[in-house]
């Protein structure tokens, strides 16, 4: 949802590791994230004060450019970090539709807005995001072809005395140089292709082999 509603994708996003939010309403959003990934942030949110940070991590900036000075203080936990950004952005609110899988934020949501009513908010992003506006379609078409375009270039390459891991650092290079990001490389030949998502390994690749390829990208 938080790709989704504010447009910024993050490594610690998609890392899963990391625990993030967002809050939204009509007027501004309020992104809750680590403390390392706040120049990722601004850099497509173009707010400083729409970054709220938890943890600790050092940076030095120099220019014009919109900086951390800008950003509300860092918190030390993810939890506090939303409630002091719930608290400065949505005091009084009655209604608040809420889809937060991490007990600690949603008990750190109650804690500031004891008076609001949170409203599950799951299936209304569920049914929005299953319908694809022109934009995203053609996002997907064009993340498609590149992923063919990955396949094609490789295939002068697979033949004997080759290993994998060269087939499929071409294959992420022609992903990456697209703007791409690979979610996953499956290069298996030989004995090695009957392995079902398996990363790449240095086999050389032999007359006859089977040689088989899975990939994904966004």
């Not at 697209?178 to 998502?197: A, P, Q």
Request: overall charge neutral; aromatic content about 6%; glycine content about 8%.
């Amino acid at each position: 949802h938080i790709g989704y509603l504010s447009g910024y994708r993050s490594i610690l996003q998609d890392s899963g590791a990391y625990p993030q939010a967002l809050i939204v309403t009509r007027e501004k959003i309020a992104l809750i994230t680590g403390a390392s990934d706040g120049a990722a942030a601004l850099e497509v949110l173009n707010d400083p004060r729409a970054i709220w940070r938890y943890g600790t991590f050092f940076v030095f900036s120099s220019g014009d450019m919109p900086s951390y000075e800008g950003m509300p203080a860092a918190t030390k936990t993810p939890a506090e970090a939303v409630a002091a950004a719930i608290t400065t952005m949505i005091r009084g609110v009655k209604n608040i539709g809420c889809d937060l899988r991490r007990s600690e934020l949603r008990a750190a949501l109650e804690s500031v807005v004891p008076q609001a009513r949170l409203i599950s908010a799951a299936e209304a992003f569920q049914r929005s995001r299953a319908v694809k506006l022109p934009g995203e379609l053609e996002l997907l078409r064009y993340v498609s072809r590149l992923t063919d375009k990955a396949i094609e270039g490789v295939t002068d390459l697979i033949r004997s005395g080759v290993n994998e891991l060269e087939v499929a650092a071409e294959i992420t290079r022609t992903i990456a140089v697209g703007g791409g990001i690979c979610r996953f490389v499956v290069v298996t030949s030989g004995e090695r292709s009957s392995r079902v998502d398996a990363y790449a390994r240095n086999r050389i690749m032999q007359e006859g082999d089977l040689v088989r390829l899975d990939i994904g990208a966004t």
